[in-house]
């Protein structure tokens, strides 16, 4: 075959991938991670084809890295301050415009490097995976002694290479109402919708805003007046809608309900309930194997079921009917730590992107961790990163032990000031003892919740597990967000300098502090950065943290004589269960490292069932 030929034909295959990764070269993305950690990747990885994730919760942090890049690229900084009207969403969309433009400045100056080692064109090639069309291409020009045939293909690589995408998420659940100076809620001022407001007037293309944590009705209403996610006229949408569910259900009823109004879900992104970083969402014993095979039996199923709500609703708007649906890609994440798991996912399920999180916080050339934090996450161990209750919003939450935020709390708590000081309140949603909402992290929460069960005579065993409850809870608009002030050196909140961090469970296999190349090298196959040989196989690993949870919670309910009133609950948590260990017991041996460890393991986690069992099974619900 002519190098013509060839190389026409490796064209034509590159076009047909990089419309089914959704116009990216990679396969794996950067999932948001905490507020500061993934604050600004994309400046850091984007102009390598990579995709990552910015939280757009928190404006403060989002005003201080304003004032940060804004000298990095010779323009003078212009605050936007609290007294601006909708300050909250002009600061996102600012935000998000200089990191746009900072990212399309440095792409254009890779595009145009020389392809000469250490380039920065060289190492986008040397990232991507092994199989890619567009690397194969690459090599092929690497290894061409015609000098016109190698100035050809260079020309070829660069017009078909492009950007990560630059993504933001919301949590749903952190959609605070903002009041004005006459006490009257602000139309349209929440949390969330504000952030959903300055991400869709921000300029950003070929972009998606994921939504996490549930449904959201005030927010997701509010998407039916953005005009930014309609359908093109191609076909295609400028910005796109990334849906976070942890089960198929969950996929078609918060799909369904954005499709009623005119909005299209672009990717529906699974997640593992409690293999994974940040606040952990339990499903009801739903193992991720079993629900990665829900989606790829129905996901044509699922398309259609959207498609005949979305096409009449969006019509309204367009004045036009659709042929066919647009199209519905499904990425998965979670606790993914090796090569082949990664490959199983991709092949076996038909993911388009996988998820790599927690190992990233380990390569400080894609996320933004603080010196000291960073050799704390390097070096921790299993015990050192606990699903705790330290969360003010009261969903259990990844946590690494000894951070500067864990020892000022402790410190707090010795000195007989317990509680953070509150200047964000984007957690602030209790009203128990004031009419005004408060943090359970802040300082006048806890004085007011102490001095009420201190009233209460409690015995002794029960006054202490529910005042450990009160003072477990810990500031994370600060914590989370002190990582990128400490880091470059800003100003985030006077006095506060503590940091907290919420990794994975998934981090103990990982202890280097390596470079971004090492790191993808690892996902692809080309390197192993695993610390533990003897880590299980990522569905044991989810499998075994859900016994644990389902031994914690049983044992909690047993104290508070609820597990009469959840046998139903549990009932339905161990059978879905047992039947991901069954589902388990039935994938190809070929697919799984080790597998009669992986067999064992399983009939171990379905004897730890039998014993948690006991505990509710005999209980009789009157």
Known sequence: MSAFLLNKKLLIILKQQQHMYQSSNHKFHIPVMGLAYTIDSPVKVARYGI??????????????????????????????????????????????????????????????????????????????????????????????????????LADILRN??????????????????????????IPDGSD????????????????????????????????????????????????????????????????????????????????SGLNCGGHAFASEGFLIGPVLEEFKTKKQELVNALFEVYNPAQQKKSDRLLDAAPSIIITAQGGIGTHKEDQFFHNYYGIESTGWGTPFLLV?????????TLQLL???????????????????????????????????????????????????????????????????????????????????????????????KECLCVGLSNAAAITYDHLFVKKQHAVNICPGPNLVNFSKIVSLQTMVDHIYGRTDLLTNKERPHVFIAELDLYIDYLRD?????????????????????????????QYYRNLPAESINNHEAFLKALDDAETELDQLNYQYATVEVR
């Open 160 to 185: 078909n290479i492009q950007p990560g995408s630059i993504d933001v998420n919301i949590m749903t659940k952190v959609d605070r109402e903002v009041y004005n100076d006459a006490g009257e809620a």
């Open 553 to 581: 919670e049983l044992s909690s309910d047993a104290e508070a004589g609820l597990l009469e009133k959840k046998k139903k609950y549990y009932t339905s948590f161990n059978q879905n269960m047992r039947d991901g260990i």
């Open 364 to 372: 400080p050339e894609a996320t933004t961790v603080d010196e000291h």
């Open 192 to 271: 969330a919708v504000a952030a959903l407001r300055g991400y869709a007037k921000s300029d950003l293309s070929n972009s998606s805003i994921v939504f996490s944590a549930g449904m959201n009705p005030r927010l997701y209403n509010y998407l039916e007046q953005c005009n930014e996610f309609n359908i093109n006229e191609d076909g295609s949408f400028t910005k796109k809608i990334i849906v976070k569910v942890s089960d198929y259900r969950s996929a078609l009823i918060q799909g369904k309900y954005l499709a009623k109004k005119g909005v299209w879900v672009s990717e529906f992104r699974i997640e």
């Open 51 to 152: 995709s990552s994730v910015i939280s757009i919760v928190e404006d403060r942090l989002i005003e201080m890295m304003r004032s940060h890049y804004y000298p990095t690229i010779g323009k003078t900084y212009q605050p936007i301050t609290t007294h601006e009207p909708d300050y909250r969403a002009k600061r996102i969309t600012d935000y998000l415009n200089l990191v746009n433009t900072i990212v399309q400045e440095q792409f254009e100056k890779l595009k145009q490097a020389a392809f000469e080692k250490g380039s920065e064109i060289v190492k986008y090639f040397e990232l991507l995976p092994d199989d890619s069309k567009l690397k194969q291409l690459y090599l092929q020009m690497t290894s061409t002694i015609d000098q016109k045939e190698k100035e050809k």
């Open 378 to 472: 390097s070096a921790a161990k299993e015990e050192d990163i606990v699903l705790s209750k330290n969360s003010p919003l009261g969903v259990r939450f990844y946590y690494l032990k000894g951070t500067t935020s864990d020892i000022e709390k402790n410190q707090r708590i010795g000195e007989g000031c317990p509680g953070s000081p509150c200047t964000e309140k984007h957690l602030a949603f209790n009203t128990e003892f004031t009419k005004e909402p408060v943090c359970t992290a802040s300082k006048k929460y806890q004085k007011l919740k102490i001095e009420h069960l201190q009233s209460l005579n409690l015995p002794e065993a029960v006054y202490q597990k529910q005042l450990k409850d009160v003072l477990d």
